[in-house]
């Protein structure tokens, strides 16, 4: 859902927590501008692992939907102040082999031109 504005809404940070439910990545993509920054929450750098620009963030938002099939965002809140925001979350998924998470976790927003230009997730690390 493209803003029509400049300005970010709590309604379109729930519209992209919502299209990340459906696993709608046309949609998803619609939210994120052309040039757009994904810092994953895990990877081998200290900020996880980094994407940049359409191609390279759509493929890692596919990595994840092929890994949790059935992978869900819940109980999402949101917060917008200037050109930054975050939303709160439970991630629940089931991964390939049957094992399941559930955690707690946020995204940080940089917005531009009312579309998110980096998304910076973080999630707690619990242990099984």
């Given at each position: 859902?493209?803003?029509?504005?400049?300005r970010v809404?709590?309604?379109?940070?729930?519209?992209?927590?919502?299209?990340?439910?459906?696993?709608?990545?046309?949609?998803?993509?619609?939210?994120?501008?052309?040039?757009?920054?994904?810092?994953?929450?895990?990877g081998t750098?200290?900020?996880?692992?980094?994407?940049?620009?359409?191609?390279?963030?759509?493929?890692?938002?596919?990595?994840?939907?092929?890994?949790?099939?059935?992978?869900?965002?819940?109980?999402?809140?949101?917060?917008?102040?200037?050109?930054?925001?975050?939303?709160?979350?439970?991630?629940?998924?089931?991964?390939?082999?049957?094992s399941k998470?559930?955690?707690?976790?946020?995204?940080?927003?940089?917005?531009?031109?009312?579309?998110?230009?980096?998304?910076?997730?973080?999630?707690?690390?619990?242990?099984?």
């Amino acid at each position: 859902m493209a803003q029509s504005t400049q300005r970010v809404t709590e309604a379109f940070l729930q519209s992209f927590a919502e299209a990340f439910n459906a696993h709608d990545l046309t949609a998803i993509m619609a939210h994120m501008t052309q040039d757009c920054v994904f810092q994953a929450s895990a990877g081998t750098d200290a900020d996880g692992q980094t994407f940049t620009g359409q191609e390279q963030v759509r493929k890692a938002f596919e990595d994840v939907f092929s890994t949790f099939p059935d992978a869900h965002w819940g109980h999402a809140k949101h917060f917008i102040v200037g050109n930054r925001g975050f939303s709160e979350w439970v991630f629940t998924g089931t991964k390939q082999d049957g094992s399941k998470v559930e955690v707690t976790g946020c995204d940080l927003f940089t917005f531009q031109q009312g579309k998110i230009a980096v998304k910076n997730s973080y999630r707690k690390n619990r242990q099984q």
